[in-house]
């Protein structure tokens, strides 16, 4: 399974915002949309990624207020990326090692879409169900074959 196969579900709704809007703004539209992250655009390029880590991160710095403080001074200006055509376990693997919930997807320099940690278990949890299912119903199917000793020879 593919990053692509998770998008595919997911659809292709985005919400981005720019490095110079204030965090205030960006918590409004997180709330509102009940997302856990927005990506940073500059001019049409992936700056920065802004979750709900780095805004508690600077609400506590900031003495509980939001202040005056815009998006840049808080962001991960190094986000994780990965392309349409990543495996969910390479995906898996990276989000754990670097214990990140949001990554940017990327084709070239355009951003497709963005994937979280629940979306990538679910696709696990989805793909294992099916899996199961399906052994199941090929163990029930089994054909029995019958003992060659117990059958009568036709005469």
């Not at 709704?13 to 997302?35: C, G, H, Q, W, Y």
């Not at 990276?94 to 979280?116: Q, W």
Request: proline share 5%; glycine share 8%.
């Amino acid at each position: 399974m593919k990053v692509v196969d998770i998008l595919r579900v997911k659809g292709g709704t985005l919400f981005t915002v720019t490095p110079d809007e204030a965090l205030k703004d960006s918590l409004a539209v997180m709330a509102e949309r009940d997302i856990g992250s927005l990506v940073v655009m500059d001019h049409g390029e992936l700056v920065g990624m802004l979750t709900f880590r780095e805004v508690i991160q600077a609400v506590v710095k900031n003495g509980g207020a939001v202040g005056s403080t815009i998006v840049r001074t808080v962001m991960d200006d190094a986000p994780l990326t990965c392309t349409p055509e990543t495996e969910i376990d390479e995906v898996r693997r990276m989000m754990l090692g670097r214990h990140a919930r949001y990554m940017p997807v990327m084709n070239g320099k355009t951003l497709m879409g963005v994937i979280s940690l629940y979306d990538v278990a679910k696709a696990v949890v989805d793909s294992q169900d099916f899996e199961n299912r399906m052994l199941k119903a090929y163990i029930r199917d089994w054909p029995v074959e019958e003992n060659p000793a117990e059958v009568e020879p036709k005469l």
